[in-house]
């Protein structure tokens, strides 16, 4: 499995990548028990993916052949950067990570979240932060070597 890190790199998505962005998010959805999407949700994500004005970004894990040359995206991740009143710089929120079933456990879902923790770096917003549900173990197998696990609870309002 270490050879298939080593031929994985991370970019950020362009505007040609819609349809592998749009195929490995479905994948994630269907991850989740009945979840909360707005209509139209997938096409208003990658348009603020590709739109320089909004502060929300994807990126996809490729991996390439080295004998063909050919590229695969196999995983992506979607962040974006807001204000705190608890600090001057902006705080990077990783909203979605996702690897593809046969490439997991291949340090490809470490890989990407290196490559926020290294753009949230030079964005100056390094506090990279994110949230899981309790149960999915697999996901806190990696967490546990790449972050702390904060005391916070999450509340939402009623029906959101
Ligand atoms: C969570 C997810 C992105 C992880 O991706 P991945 O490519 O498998 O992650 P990695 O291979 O980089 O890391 C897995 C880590 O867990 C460890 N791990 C995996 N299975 C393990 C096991 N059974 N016992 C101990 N450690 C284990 C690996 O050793 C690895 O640690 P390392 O980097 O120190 O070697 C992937 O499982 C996924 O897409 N899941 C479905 C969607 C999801 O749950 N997303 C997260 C929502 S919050």
Redesign the pocket.
Known sequence: MSELKSNVFVRYVQAEDREDWVRLWRK?IA?YENPKLADGIEKVNFDRFIDPSVKMWSALAILKDETTGTEKAI?FTDFFTHPSTWQTEDKTYLND???DDE?????????LIEFVYSEADKMGTPAVY?N?DHF?H??Q??YT?VAYLSHKRIYKREGY
């Open positions: 994630f991850t995983g990570l996702f690897v490439f997991r456990v291949g340090g490809v879902g470490r890989k994110w899981t999915n697999r996901a197998l990696l070597k």
